[in-house]
């Protein structure tokens, strides 16, 4: 019993200290779409330093150059930059 | 007394089994870990697939201001590359020594007579394929997609336009949009995609034809 729960012990500490930098790729991997898309509309950003989700597809995006931008998807299915103070 | 040593031994090596055992286990889970975690981090998007409906399409100004300032004409027909094909292509049977100088000489005879036929254009084009590979493309995010998509559409859009009369806009400003919206899906892919970004350009001219080409364009509509 004793070696059982030691190997799930085990196995949850790994699984955790392994899910963080998972989650890390994600968000990078967002921030790279995030700074593509505000530069497909010809928008100053440089990069997107940081991204806080307001809902599905809604992002509040901070950018290097400390420009601020709603990026979001509308209902009729196109992405909109929108410039925030 | 013997036997005593013997014991000894025997739970010795018993333990030692054990730690090796454990260490075995922990080694094992370590790559469980590992392997869970980088199929972890090549996971899709959790993003639904970009819509497939022109939906309102709107022209946004902003793409056809910052077109580059050199508008270039539409060229009549085929890139060099598919016009001097078959011409380079005969001489390979002799490839090993007189390939280089023969190769090179073809390729002006065969730019400087009549313009070639769209059809040699053609085969480069294959706008399924293109369209498939740039869904399934990883090097250009979901919200990048969908935005380029949009872009697509756009311009789409103002062809349709073009067609029907109820544009000012005229050719010169359509390829500069086209030539716009291609700089932007290039930038997007050269660095992680090569195959497709350089498959692109190889249809860039194909795909202008087809633009250009109201029957051809007509056959989008439907």
Do not use: H
Not at chain 2, 86 to 104: D, E
Not at chain 2, 185 to 211: C, G, M, N, P, Y
């Amino acid at each position: 019993m004793n070696k059982r729960i030691m190997a799930l012990t085990q196995s949850l500490f790994m699984a955790a200290l392994f899910a963080v930098p998972s989650f890390a790729v994600d968000d990078e991997a967002l921030k790279k779409d995030l700074t593509a898309v505000i530069a497909l509309q010809g928008l100053p950003c440089g990069e997107v330093v940081a991204v806080k989700t307001q809902a599905e597809n809604d992002y509040a995006v901070s950018c290097k150059d400390k420009n601020k931008y709603r990026v979001y998807l509308n209902a009729a299915g196109r992405v909109i930059v929108e410039k925030s103070k | 007394m013997t036997n005593l040593i013997k014991r000894k031994r025997r739970k010795n090596g018993g333990r030692g089994k054990e730690t090796l055992m454990s260490a075995s286990r922990i080694c094992l889970v370590v790559a469980a870990a590992l392997a869970l975690s980088a199929c972890a981090a090549r996971r899709p998007n959790r993003l639904p697939d970009p819509p497939l409906t022109n939906a309102s399409p709107v022209p946004t100004p902003a793409s056809r201001a910052a077109a580059p300032a050199t508008p270039q004409p539409a060229p009549p027909a085929a890139p060099r590359s598919s016009a001097t094909t078959p011409a380079a292509k005969a001489p390979v049977p002799n490839a090993i020594k007189v390939a280089p100088p023969v190769v090179r000489t073809p390729a002006p005879v065969a730019r400087s007579p009549q313009p070639p036929a769209p059809v040699a254009a053609s085969p480069a084009l294959d706008l399924n394929t293109l369209t498939k590979q740039l869904k399934e493309t990883k090097a250009i995010g979901l919200f990048s997609k969908i935005a380029l998509k949009n872009k697509v559409d756009d311009l789409l859009d103002e062809f349709r336009k073009y067609y029907q009369g109820n544009t000012k806009i005229n050719l010169t400003e359509l390829r500069q949009s086209f030539n716009l919206l291609m700089m932007k899906l290039l930038s997007l892919l050269q660095d992680e995609d090569k195959t497709l970004a350089s498959k692109i350009v190889s249809s860039r001219e194909a795909i202008w034809d087809f633009l250009t080409d109201p029957k051809k364009f007509a056959t989008l509509e439907t």
